[in-house]
Structure formats: C-alpha cells, structure tokens
C-alpha cells in the first residue's frame, strides 16, 4: 500500500516537473518575440510617413457631345459619360471641367513623394468663357513672402549647384535650384518673395494646397 502511494506521489511530482518546464519554455518564447519588432507579440511603434490628399490642378477641355442616353451624354473623344445637364445636342461644341489631385507622403525629414491622380470631369458648359472663368477662380496666382529653411551647396567633379529651401504654407518643403546671384540674396535671410499657386477644391473652396511657381523679385 505504502509502496503504491510512493508511486502515485513520484509520478505527480514527474508531471508537475514536466508542466513547470512547459511554462518556462512558453515564457522563454514570449519573450523573444516581444524583443522582435516584427512579431505580432511586439509593443514597438514604428514613425510612419504622414499621407495627405491634395488638390493638385485643373484644366479645360474642348470636346463635342455624342451618343444622348437618358438625361445622359457621351462627351468625344473620350466618350466618357456624363450628366446632359445643358441639354445639349449631338455633335455640339462644349468644354468640360477636369480635375486632378495628388496624394503627398511626407516623411520624417519632410521629403515629398507625389502621387497623381488620373483626370476627373466635373462639369460641362456650353461656351469657353463660362469655363475659364471658373477655372481662374480654381487655380489663383499670388505673391507673399514664404519661410526659407535656407541654401546650401552641392559640387561634383568641377561643377557647383546652388539651392533653396522653401516652406510653403502647407507645412511641406521643396528645393528649388538658384544660380549664385540669388545664392548670395539668400544666404542669410528667413524669409523669401515668391509666387504661388493656390490650387482650391472644387466641393470645398476653403482646402486648398499652394504650389511654387517662381521667385517674386
């Protein structure tokens, strides 16, 4: 009897021995794949790129109304659809409205990658002037004074370059190349004149993104 409970009791001492082990080797496991960054066990975060989406541009196309579908019409050469909402006639003359935007991925050392859209249609009219009206109240050119982050110099073998870092109103940085005379205007100012394109969306005239398009002076 005394020889049977020694028995029982050595065996649950072996499985408890056996357990224990099991446990040991399950933390041990835990824990190298906490110290991985790509285990799914891991609670590092990693700094993404900041990914924004933009009005990018506009433009006016000619084009001459086709098939008549419905309250609809294809619009040629493209032979896209659109609403006939200017009861248009096959074969008239009009001029649409497109539009592009951009998605900007902006990394940690605000660096720039540009993505563009393909173009959108968004409204038909039936005479030129209408459409470039609205497209100049779309696309508006200013003059103001930018941030400048400041210029430095690049050379390879006998040649030197010259650039300009600019902060636009939308927070992004780009480089422009200088030639030394404007190197020299530069080199130790904050801020610099320059002309911007204020490109504003079409369902939301508050949002828009300014793109450099010169220096002012």
Sequence with gaps: M????????????????????????????????SANSGSVF????ETTDSVSRVPWDYRVV???????????MTVLPDNELLPNDGNYATGDTIWTLQFMDAELVTDADQKNDIRLSSWTTLKSYGDQKTATDDLANLKVSITTDVDLVGVYKTQYKDKTRNFAVLELPSGNRIKQPIDDK?????????TASVVLEEVHDFADYDSAYAKFRGWAN
Excluded: H, Q, W
């Excluded at 021995?17 to 041990?28: E, F, N, R, T």
């Excluded at 000619?62 to 609809?72: A, F, M, T, Y």
């Excluded at 404007?182 to 904050?190: F, G, N, P, S, V």
């Design 62 to 72: 000619e084009g001459k109304v086709g098939d008549l579908i419905g309250s609809d």
């Design 182 to 190: 404007r190197y020299t205007a530069l080199e130790k100012k904050k």
């Design 42 to 45: 891991s609670t590092d975060t």
């Design 2 to 33: 005394n020889k049977g409970r020694a028995v029982r009791a050595a065996g649950s001492r072996a499985r408890s021995g056996v357990l224990a082990a099991m446990l040991l080797l399950a933390v041990m496991l835990l824990s190298a794949c």
